[in-house]
């Protein structure tokens, strides 16, 4: 009937030179079941990992093991539609542990543009860590892709609630004005 | 006809479900070597678009020609290891045990030129789509709508193409003996009725393809895997229903 069925499944493919695993005591369904079971437990262990690094509060690690921990969750279903008990509080630590990290860097990113205290703290321990405070950054960032990352409707310019005097030696201002060569880029 | 659409819907799940039950199934136990097929198969594809742009760097013309064909060249090579990686899947098809090596098959003088041959054609219709939008983005750059435009009806074009020749290679390591223009029609063929039930299996993918995004693609090492396997498997089940 059709030109694909001269030869499947009866082609130089299945005769490569591998064998297939064909020994008395070798039961395949239970060697997947089994595997799909370690799958299954690796799913929930990355699961909790994400929910614990979230209570540490690293941003990064549980965006990066949550997603891992679904996905290898869905996979672990083997071939009965129904997904285990284990992978199941797999997906369901891995989603409370994506949106409490999600809620934790929003929160976190609101108080730093509306608490004055905070973004008095974050500028200061940019500025040891960095030598650049974090008015300083976003002030360059806005400038260099035109978007008002802080809301405060002007772009380029960090009207920020704390009083950044000339203590930082204005360096990073002047270095900042200079390159941009835009009068209305002042960081105050 | 709203009885209908409920039974079509329902029939794509199914065939859906059942498809990506089998990769699994396939799949477990064995992704270590489809995984690290992957990354090789990335790094060799960073590469390749690290060479295009470099030559496409600038405004020349002859930079856009020049990236253009580069892209062309990058594409057919990295067809050859997607023949290796199918090859990988389709022997955990046949219940095989697989292993790395398979993933440079496509170099092997039997195949090279076949899959080669191939390759070239599919990479020339992919770059013919989208040299429209291409071109006018470089002679007309500010006439945005444009470009949107012509860049959108070449991804369709484009998906439409890939969809249709979607089980070419599989068919070469399927039948050695097929040759690539073969292979094409075969494939066209074998596709006819049956393109939106791949595109349905390809977009249910989307919500985990999105979740690798989310991890910084890591959790997409397994996510491509299961998909190029439910592909492979997609295969079988054409195969059979032909039969």
């Known amino acids: ?188 | 006809m709203k009885e209908k659409q409920i039974t079509m819907t329902q029939r794509l799940s199914e065939i859906s479900s059942s498809r990506k039950a089998e990769a699994r199934l396939s799949l477990i136990g064995n992704f270590g070597t489809v995984i690290g097929a992957e990354i090789f198969n990335a790094i060799c594809l960073l590469i390749g678009y690290q060479i295009i742009a470099g030559i496409s760097l600038g405004t020349s013309l002859w930079n856009f020609i020049g990236g253009e064909i580069a892209v062309f060249i990058v594409t057919t090579f990295m067809g050859i290891f997607t023949f290796g990686l199918y090859f990988i899947l389709m022997s955990l098809a046949y219940d095989q045990k697989p292993v790395f090596r398979d993933l440079f098959r496509g170099f092997r003088k039997e195949n090279s030129d076949r899959v080669v041959k191939m390759e070239a054609v599919l990479a020339a219709i992919e770059l013919a789509c989208m040299l429209p939008a291409q071109i006018v983005s470089f002679v007309a750059g500010s006439n945005t709508v444009l470009i949107i435009v012509l860049y959108a009806a070449g991804i369709v074009l484009s998906c439409y193409v890939g969809l249709t020749f979607a089980m070419g290679v599989v068919l070469l390591i399927d039948f050695p003996d097929m040759m690539s223009t073969e292979a094409l029609r075969t494939s066209a063929n074998m596709m006819k009725g049956n393109k939106g039930k791949l595109l349905y299996i390809e977009l249910s993918f989307i919500p985990l393809y999105l979740l690798g995004i989310i991890s910084c693609g890591i959790a997409d090492l397994w996510v491509y895997a299961y998909n190029q396997m439910t592909v492979t498997s997609f295969y079988h089940y054409l195969a059979s229903e032909k039969k």
Request: avoid cysteine; hydrophobic fraction near 35%.
């Open chain 1, 1 to 188: 009937m059709s030109d694909y069925n001269n030869g499947y499944n009866n082609n130089g493919y299945s005769n490569n030179g591998y064998s297939n695993n064909s020994s008395d005591d070798y039961d395949p369904a239970f060697v997947k079941k089994t595997q799909a079971q370690h799958l299954s437990r690796l799913s929930f262990l990355l699961g909790m990992g994400s929910l614990i690094f979230t209570f540490f509060m690293t941003v990064i690690i549980p965006y990066i093991l949550a997603p891992v921990s679904i996905v290898l969750a869905v996979i672990s279903k083997s071939d009965d539609r129904k997904i285990s008990k284990m992978s199941r509080n797999a997906v369901i630590l891995s989603v409370i542990a994506l949106v409490a990290n999600t809620a934790i860097v929003g929160t976190t990113y609101y108080s730093m543009f509306t608490n004055p205290e905070l973004r008095q703290q974050v500028n200061s321990v940019a500025e040891q860590m960095y030598g650049y405070s974090l008015d300083d950054l976003i002030g360059a960032a806005e400038q260099e892709t035109g978007i008002d990352l802080d809301g405060n409707g002007v772009v380029g310019t960090v009207e920020s609630a704390t009083d950044n005097d000339d203590s930082d030696g204005g360096q990073s201002v002047d270095s900042y004005e200079g390159e941009t060569n835009n009068d209305d880029a002042t960081i105050i």
